[in-house]
C-alpha cells in the first residue's frame, strides 16, 4: 500500500514509476492530501494519477460533510503504508500541512484543513505518515534550498520536522541540496 503526495514532483515520479516492474495490479494507491474542488479541476492532485495503472483510493474532498468524508477516508485506510510519498513546500509545509496549524498535533488520521494557499485541504496526519514502513520525500528547485537547510538543522518550525527521520528516504536536486555541506 502506498500514499502519495501531489504537488510539482509527483507528476515526473509517477512517469519514471510506470516504466519500472511494479506489481502494478497489486497497488492500490492512496492520497496524502488533496484540495477541496470539484471533480475534474486542474487544481486536484488525483488528476496525477491517472498515468498509473492501479487502484487509486482518492479522497472525498466533494462531500458535503468534508470532516464526516475525512473519518470515513481514515476508517478505510489500511493499518500501515508500506512507503508514504512526500515533497517539501518553499514554505516547509508537507502534506497539506500548513506552519503553525494545529492538524501537525492531531491525534487523528484523517484532517480537512482551512484555507491553505487558496483552498481548503483534506490530508493525512503526521500519526499516519509515520507509522508507514518507510516515507520518501523528493524535492527539486533551487527556491527549496533554505528550507531543506533548516528541516536538516531540525527546525520545529517547519511542518515537515514532523516527520520521522528514521527510514526516511530523501531525494534532492542540485540545487534543492545548494545550501547543504559538502
Request: hydrophobic letters at 40%.
Amino acid at each position: 500500500m502506498i500514499a502519495v503526495s501531489g504537488g510539482s514532483t509527483a507528476p515526473g515520479l509517477f512517469d519514471a514509476l510506470v516504466g519500472h516492474d511494479v506489481p502494478w495490479g497489486r497497488t492500490t494507491i492512496w492520497q496524502v492530501d488533496e484540495r477541496v474542488t470539484p471533480d475534474g479541476d486542474t487544481a486536484r492532485n488525483a488528476g496525477q494519477l491517472d498515468t498509473l495503472p492501479v487502484r487509486v483510493r482518492p479522497m472525498p474532498v466533494t462531500v458535503s460533510d468534508l470532516r464526516a468524508g475525512a473519518r470515513r477516508y481514515a476508517a478505510a485506510l489500511p493499518p500501515r503504508f508500506d512507503v508514504v510519498h512526500l515533497g517539501l513546500g518553499d514554505d516547509g509545509h508537507t502534506a497539506s500541512w500548513p506552519p503553525h496549524d494545529p492538524v501537525v498535533d492531531s491525534t487523528r488520521d484523517c484532517e480537512v484543513v482551512d484555507a491553505f494557499n487558496g483552498y481548503r485541504r483534506m490530508t493525512l496526519t503526521p500519526r499516519v505518515v509515520n507509522a508507514a514502513r518507510s516515507r520518501m520525500v523528493l524535492t527539486l528547485g533551487s527556491s527549496k534550498a533554505d528550507m531543506v537547510v533548516r528541516w536538516m538543522l531540525r527546525d520545529p518550525e517547519l511542518p515537515i520536522d514532523r516527520v520521522r527521520r528514521s527510514a526516511t528516504w530523501v531525494f534532492l536536486d542540485p540545487s534543492a541540496a545548494a545550501g547543504l555541506p559538502a
